[in-house]
T-cell receptor, first 110, second 112 residues
Framework: DTAVSQTPKYLVTQMGNDKSIKCEQN?????MYWYKQDSKKFLKIMFS???????INETVPNRFSPKSPDKAHLNLHINSLELGDSAVYFC?????????FGQGTRLTVV | AQSVTQLDSQVPVFEEAPVELRCNYSSSVSVYLFWYVQYPNQGLQLLLK??????LVESINGFEAEFNKSQTSFHLRKPSVHISDTAEYFC??????????FGTGTRLQVFP
């Protein structure tokens, strides 16, 4: 069983479109995250949720909106996609400071 | 500001040679330290972690890292690398919060 799963794995879309990435974890963790990895492999936290409540919101454009319908899911919706949004987005969940990552969603905006 | 520095962006090494990947973090009273590995086109996997206790921590595949508080370092070492160790390695720190701060990564390339 996959611990943290993201869909889709690849996403190619045109500028201006709206898209969503879904994330689910079956580990029973209370805390979930979204990280962005840019073309230089740099990883930066975007959001953190604890038990469906937003805990961390880094300096991210408000075109990015996370939604947590329950503590096992944290979805990421992106409005009006821009070329600079192209990256790999990783979902993660954590327990006792140890984070478990999904396989990533490679978003390409053309 | 809280930060993690990985000085080497790339480390080329021959198979069976020893390797050290360096990691330094900005000082704090309490830190948790991690090394993650990312194989090509895959997500991040936890390699090893330091939360408390013994300053030397080991992974199941022969890597080890030592927490050095005075030098604010958490270097990763392996005495003999394999081709399969070729990957991107990320050092990360948590300053007693749920937020992981990552270094910029070190690409370990093992040659036959």
């Amino acid at each position: 069983d996959t611990a943290v799963s993201q869909t889709p794995k690849y996403l190619v879309t045109q500028m201006g479109n709206d898209k969503s990435i879904k994330c689910e974890q079956n580990l029973g963790h209370d805390t979930m995250y979204w990280y962005k990895q840019d073309s230089k492999k740099f990883l930066k936290i975007m959001f953190s949720y604890n038990n469906k409540e937003l805990i961390i919101n880094e300096t991210v454009p408000n075109r990015f909106s996370p939604k947590s319908p329950d503590k096992a899911h944290l979805n990421l919706h992106i409005n009006s996609l821009e070329l600079g949004d192209s990256a790999v987005y990783f979902c993660a969940s954590s327990y006792s400071s140890e984070a478990f990552f999904g396989q990533g969603t490679r978003l390409t905006v053309v | 500001a809280q930060s993690v520095t990985q000085l080497d962006s790339q480390v080329p090494v021959f198979e069976e040679a020893p390797v050290e990947l360096r990691c330094n973090y900005s000082s704090s009273v309490s830190v948790y330290l991690f090394w993650y590995v990312q194989y090509p086109n895959q997500g991040l996997q936890l390699l090893l972690k330091y939360l408390s206790g013994s300053t030397l921590v080991e992974s199941i595949n022969g890597f080890e890292a030592e927490f050095n508080k005075s030098q604010t370092s958490f270097h990763l070492r392996k005495p003999s690398v394999h081709i399969s160790d070729t990957a991107e390695y990320f050092c990360a720190v948590s300053y007693n919060t749920d937020k992981l701060i990552f270094g910029t990564g070190t690409r370990l390339q093992v040659f036959p």
